[in-house]
């Protein structure tokens, strides 16, 4: 008993001993080269790194590491003596997630002036950065290092690509004086950072620098010498209970896109010395109200488009070049243009002030309350004036000798459009309007643009109206549900594409008035199985009629048939396709007088006056034919 009692505190002696030696026994010092005269020595007891020497440390990638990155699991703080002028690219890169868990501190000596590329990317446990003397910030630096929070690095003058992105953890981000360049999306996805100042040191913003950072409740832009394009810098920032911007009064210039989608973006100050507001510059953003300073000279048609809570403008008095309406509409200095209607007044109908001749670009742009606006004597309604209006139903211009392109594009909710003195809608200036159905509305109209009308979903009987001319290339693009198209007399062109890819199109009356019919202008039109056309057509294009297309290749459509003059251009583009399409030779009682789209009971050719001398030909051939036929008692050899 007393031997089994000795053995046992023997083994706990011996324990006792083993365990207290063990961190002596696993502590160790590692140490290599990491530059030319530049070294580094771990302790893996303290977990402390110490990259000593002199001159720049070496640079990395994400496939050649540095030799520490084998114990990367001790590392807890970095040190970086004096001597040292950098930090590697990649020098604790950790885009996995697993790697350098425990690091949380790094102390760069006053000679560290760089931090390299994607140095610290990704060290999640990292919580603070200090370093008075970094001048440069590589690009991802310490993107997604989500615990950084406290930053001293009081001497920066440029900060790289997405450096700080996504660290979430900042709530706190002083710029100093020295800084003059901030890269793209550089604090981008910050989104504890409250407040922001942009000292007038910083000339070069990059796009999307600030992009959301949600915490932001308060920005201060004095950064003067920033006058060039920066898309969207702050897209998508702002907290939820409402951000406030002020420029100072040393800025002239508020550049494009700056606060675009900013929709938490509520209150705006345009400081005294503002010159130009440029393009986006808050589109689609939060702000419920604007006031225009006297200084300001050109606002871009877009710069307030979209903002559907703004209520409305205030304009210094002393402004000479705009001016507020009665329902606080941004407009020149002498009432006659509508630069921007407030849609945040929530109003359903409204009509434009009797002395506006013309409505803006981007006037009305993506309002979403407006179902009926009147614009009683505006002359021109220009590019993309209404565009985006999902309410809109109804629109009356009624003096209006055009519609420019884009002017009405994708209003789903349209419905009415009264123009009765509009004689040409320019491009796409009714695309994807859905609840379009007819063209009565246009009563002098002549010209309809390229791709006017495509995507008209409620088109299904479709008469042009008499005054037409020209129908532009693919001006009824994709209106799948259009049934039938009747041309007038009056028109003379019918332009590549016009309306192809219609899917439900059953048939089409062409006009003894049209000349000319484009390349693929039926094309990919399936449930069109035939076509008579008049002898007045000269030129018919490439897989005009007859055709659907698929990748690279054309393909018949199966039992598609032509009716056509004998020597005339119809003629000529069936005989040219007749081993894929069949046809007929037709006449009428009255030249050129297209009355039924199908054949006569006995066709015969037409008569060959006025044809030229290959109609002549092709119709003394056809003469020949006909009159063998006779003889043989066998069907016309035309006919299939």
């Not at 100072?248 to 508020?254: D, L, Q």
């Not at 488009?305 to 070049?321: K, Q, R």
């Amino acid at each position: 008993m007393k031997k089994a009692l000795s053995l046992f505190l023997s083994l706990i002696t011996v324990f006792l001993i083993f365990t207290a030696s063990v961190p002596v026994a696993f502590a160790a010092e590692y140490s290599g080269a990491c530059g030319s005269n530049v070294f580094w020595t771990l302790d893996t007891y303290s977990g402390e790194l110490v990259i000593s020497g002199s001159g720049n440390m070496n640079s990395y990638s994400a496939d050649s590491m540095p030799s520490w990155s084998t114990y990367q699991n001790y590392i807890k703080s970095v040190t970086v003596s004096d001597g040292v002028t950098s930090v590697g690219d990649y020098a604790f890169y950790n885009i996995t997630g697993y790697k350098y868990q425990k690091l949380t501190t790094v102390n760069l000596s006053e000679g560290v002036e760089v931090i390299g590329d994607y140095a610290f990317r990704g060290c999640k446990a990292l919580t603070t950065v200090i370093g008075t003397g970094v001048e440069q910030i590589g690009e991802y630096a310490f993107r997604s290092c989500e615990k950084l929070s406290a930053l001293n690095l009081v001497s920066v003058v440029s900060v790289g690509s997405g450096a700080f992105s996504y660290c979430s953890g900042i709530t706190y981000l002083p710029i100093p004086a020295s800084v003059t360049t901030i890269g793209p999306s550089a604090f981008k996805g910050c989104s504890g950072i409250t407040s922001l100042v942009l000292p007038p040191t910083v000339t070069s913003l990059g796009n999307q620098a600030f992009a959301e950072c949600t915490g932001l409740t308060y920005v201060e832009f004095s950064a003067s010498e920033i006058t060039s394009a920066v898309y969207g810098a702050f897209e998508g920032s702002g907290d939820d209970g409402g951000m406030n911007v002020v420029f100072g009064s040393n800025v002239t210039v508020v550049p494009e896109s700056l606060f675009e989608n900013c929709t938490n973006l509520n209150q705006v100050t345009i400081g005294s010395g503002v010159k130009t507001i440029g393009n986006k510059a808050f589109y689609a953003s939060g702000v419920t109200a604007v006031s225009i300073p006297q200084s300001t000279a050109s606002i871009s048609a877009y710069a307030f488009a979209m903002c559907n809570a703004l209520e409305g403008f205030t304009v210094d008095s002393s402004n000479s070049y705009f001016s507020q309406g009665s329902n606080g509409e941004l407009m020149n200095k002498g009432k006659t243009i509508l630069y921007r209607y407030p849609s945040g007044i929530g109003e359903t109908s409204y009509t434009v002030p009797t002395t506006v001749r013309t409505i803006n670009s981007g006037a009305f742009y993506g309002d979403i309350t407006l179902t009926q606006v009147d614009c009683v004597n505006a002359t021109s309604v220009n590019a993309y004036a209404f565009a985006m209006c999902n309410a809109l139903e109804g629109v009356s211009i009624p003096v209006a000798s055009s519609v420019k392109a884009y002017a009405f594009a994708d209003c789903n909710s349209l419905s009415s459009v009264s123009a009765p003195k509009a004689t040409s809608v320019a491009e796409y200036s009714f695309f994807g309007c859905d609840s379009i159905s007819s063209l009565s509305g246009f009563t002098a109209l002549t010209t309809i643009g390229k791709y006017a009308f495509s995507d008209c979903q409620g088109i299904k009987t479709l008469t042009l109206p008499s005054t037409v001319t020209s129908v532009g290339e693919y001006a009824f693009y994709n209106c799948d549900n259009v049934t039938s198209v009747t041309f007038p007399s009056s028109v003379k062109t019918i332009s590549k594409g016009a309306f192809s890819d219609c899917d439900d199109l059953t048939g089409v009356t062409l006009s003894g008035g049209i000349t000319t019919i484009g390349d693929y202008a039926f094309l990919n039109c399936p449930a069109l199985l035939s076509v008579r056309i008049p002898s007045s057509v000269t030129s018919i294009g490439d897989y005009a009629f007859g055709y659907k297309h698929s990748g690279s290749s054309y393909a018949a459509i199966s039992g598609f048939k032509i009716y056509c003059y004998s020597g005339s251009a119809g003629y000529t583009y069936a005989y040219n396709n007749r081993s894929k399409l069949s046809y007929e030779i037709v006449t009428d009682s009255a030249e050129g007088e297209i009355v039924s789209p199908e054949a006569p009971d006995t066709p015969v050719e037409a008569p060959a006056t006025g044809l030229d001398f290959i109609g002549f030909v092709v119709s003394f051939i056809q003469k020949i034919l006909v009159f063998i036929s006779n003889i043989f008692t066998v069907n016309s050899p035309l006919g299939n």
